[in-house]
């Protein structure tokens, strides 16, 4: 049983920055997968970026050179960096965890809120 805590949302201006954290208190995430994906009122829930165990990373099209996943295994924490917000980044943000043997594990989720 993984569980997962987000911090770090909030309220930013349109072209301002915030970092997310994604923390496993009572788990080794070395050798897990780890994503954030976010969820806006009325869409589906999509993936937003993951890091790889091995540090390799991809983003979604709309998020590329914007934002950046990163991961600290010595904290168990991965961290999504995102810059020059957009209102349409305006969603529950949520952090995913999966290992090969498991089916994957969800956070609460943080709401990020950009204003226009």
């Known amino acids: 049983q993984v569980q997962l805590v987000e911090s770090g949302g909030g309220l930013v201006q349109d072209g301002g920055s915030l970092r997310l954290s994604c923390v496993a208190p009572?788990?080794?995430?070395?050798?897990?997968?780890m994503g954030w994906y976010r969820q806006a009122p009325g869409k589906q829930r999509e993936l937003v970026a993951n890091?790889?165990?091995?540090?390799?990373?991809n983003y979604a099209d709309s998020v590329k050179g914007r934002f950046t996943i990163s991961r600290e295994n010595a904290k168990n924490t991965v961290y999504l960096q995102m810059n020059s917000l957009k209102p349409e980044d305006t969603a529950v943000y949520y952090c995913?965890?999966?290992?090969?043997?498991?089916?994957?594990?969800w956070g609460p989720g943080t709401q990020v809120t950009v204003s226009s």
């Open positions: 890091i790889a165990s091995s540090g390799g990373t």
């Open positions: 009572r788990s080794d995430i070395s050798a897990y997968a």
């Open positions: 995913y965890a999966k290992a090969p043997w498991t089916t994957g594990y």
